[in-house]
């Protein structure tokens, strides 16, 4: 719901079509989902380093960083998870807007708050991809010590444990760190956008 009235759209002269022309790439987001500690942080990460090679303008929103800063006053209810993707979503539409590849990596537990994204872009411009790892083997990775924070009662509220995680239906990829190896998982992130022509 807005708040605002009296407001109007004052669009800029420079497209995002000649935004994307000068950079010699499409410009999407790519949002990835999954459990604590499946791997989403990890996999953006090296990703973003082999695009930015390949010459790509890219840009990565992680989780706890945006929580540092513009989503700090949200804390982890449903409500705020919610508030947050929604957020989230719009940042990185204005980074698509921008030109930008944008790589996103937020559990975003809800299926109907990564919708809510995929619907505030353009069809090819929102591409899911589930980082699935099973909860067993995240809990013993616990790469942040959270889960078991968690499990001890420390920590409520958390993915897997007391709050649900709400698998994506239909994505666009899916990654399995069980089973991948992490420069698999990035070759086939690589390999989806050349086969689908965001590259070039
Ligand atoms: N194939 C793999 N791909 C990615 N990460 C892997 C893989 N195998 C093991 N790992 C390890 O799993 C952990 C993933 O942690 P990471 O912080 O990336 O998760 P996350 O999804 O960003 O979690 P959070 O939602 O808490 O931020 C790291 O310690 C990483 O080294
Ligand atoms: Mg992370």
Not at 12 to 36: D, P, V, Y
Not at 86 to 115: H, Q
Not at 140 to 166: C, M, N, V, W
Not at 167 to 181: A, G, K, R, V
Request: net charge negative.
């Amino acid at each position: 719901m807005s708040k605002s009235t009296n407001i109007s759209w004052h669009d800029s002269i420079i497209t995002k079509t000649e935004r994307q022309t000068k950079n010699k790439h499409k410009s999407a987001i790519l949002w990835f989902t999954g459990l604590s500690g499946a791997g989403k942080s990890t996999i953006t990460v090296e990703l973003e380093r082999k695009l930015y090679q390949l010459g790509i303008y890219t840009y990565r929103l992680d989780g706890d960083n945006i929580r540092h800063g513009l989503n700090k006053n949200l804390g982890f209810s449903p409500e705020d998870r919610t508030e947050n993707i929604r957020r989230i979503g719009e940042v990185a539409k204005l980074f698509v807007d921008a030109g930008v590849l944008t790589l996103t990596a937020f559990i975003s537990p809800y299926r109907e708050d990564r919708n809510q994204v995929r619907a505030l872009v353009a069809e090819r411009e929102f591409i899911e991809v589930y980082v699935r790892c099973s909860l067993e083997a995240c809990e013993h990775r616990d790469s942040k010590g959270l889960y078991q924070k968690a499990r001890s009662g420390e920590i409520t509220g958390f993915t897997g444990i007391d709050a649900p995680y709400e698998e994506p239906i239909n994505p666009e990829l899916t990654i399995d760190t069980e089973e991948q190896s992490l420069d698999e998982a990035v070759q086939q992130v690589i390999n989806y956008l050349l086969e689908n022509e965001y590259l070039n």
